[in-house]
């Protein structure tokens, strides 16, 4: 078995991407509503800010910043991806279950880059925010509805046409 190693520090900024078991599901988008609601309901448990963040069909990327004392990003993760299943359930949406009776919607783990430095914080808000275009969901990064991008144009800190022509492959942004 594989040992995990994470990097927890008190207040640290982090890049995570988390996704779906299956990843040729659109779960993630046609429940959207529910999984904004379970990650507002652990920033009012257990605060934390989301520096930017991208709901794609089967997974999702996120930077955030934990508080000074705090260090735990799995405790949150785990909290809102339970959140979300249970949710599915609730609402009649079939949930399958693996061999350890655990539900059979998201990977069992999540990827986490510890932030070092504003340039790679820029690095990775820009892959974020270009995610959308990347795997071909949308022409520009402002054509895609779930994303902070929309949060940085309205606060004046990207222009509305940001990424619009731009080649992933010379710029690789972020991974």
Same mark, same amino acid.
């Given at each position: 078995?594989?040992?995990? !190693?994470?990097?927890?520090?008190?207040? %640290?900024?982090?890049?995570?991407?988390?996704? +779906?078991?299956?990843?040729?599901?659109?779960?993630?988008?046609?429940?959207?509503? #529910? #999984?904004? $609601?379970?990650?507002? @309901?652990?920033?009012?448990? =257990?605060?934390?800010?989301?520096?930017?963040? /991208?709901?794609?069909? *089967?997974?999702?990327?996120? /930077?955030?910043? #934990?508080?000074?004392?705090?260090? *735990?990003?799995?405790? =949150?993760?785990?909290?809102?991806?339970?959140?979300? &299943?249970?949710? #599915?359930?609730?609402?009649?949406?079939?949930?399958?279950?693996?061999?350890?009776?655990?539900?059979?919607?998201?990977? !069992? !783990?999540?990827? @986490?880059?510890?932030?070092?430095? @504003?340039?790679? +914080?820029?690095?990775? +808000?820009?892959?974020?925010?270009?995610?959308? /275009?990347?795997?071909?969901?949308?022409?520009?990064? &402002?054509?895609?509805?779930?994303?902070?991008?929309?949060?940085?144009?309205?606060?004046? +800190?990207? *222009?509305?046409?940001?990424?619009?022509? /731009?080649?992933? $492959?010379?710029?690789?942004? %972020? $991974?």
């Amino acid at each position: 078995m594989v040992l995990y !190693r994470r990097n927890y520090i008190a207040g %640290g900024t982090f890049f995570f991407t988390v996704a +779906l078991r299956d990843r040729s599901s659109d779960l993630l988008v046609r429940h959207v509503e #529910l #999984l904004r $609601e379970c990650v507002a @309901e652990m920033k009012r448990a =257990r605060p934390f800010d989301i520096d930017a963040m /991208v709901v794609m069909p *089967d997974h999702l990327h996120a /930077v955030w910043t #934990l508080p000074p004392d705090d260090h *735990d990003y799995s405790g =949150r993760w785990r909290a809102i991806k339970s959140g979300f &299943v249970r949710g #599915l359930t609730k609402s009649g949406v079939p949930v399958g279950r693996n061999a350890r009776s655990e539900a059979d919607v998201w990977q !069992r !783990r999540f990827w @986490e880059h510890t932030i070092r430095d @504003e340039a790679d +914080l820029n690095r990775h +808000l820009d892959y974020i925010h270009y995610n959308p /275009v990347k795997h071909g969901h949308a022409a520009r990064p &402002v054509d895609w509805p779930h994303s902070s991008i929309h949060r940085f144009i309205a606060q004046g +800190l990207l *222009d509305a046409d940001w990424g619009a022509g /731009v080649d992933f $492959e010379k710029h690789g942004f %972020g $991974e």
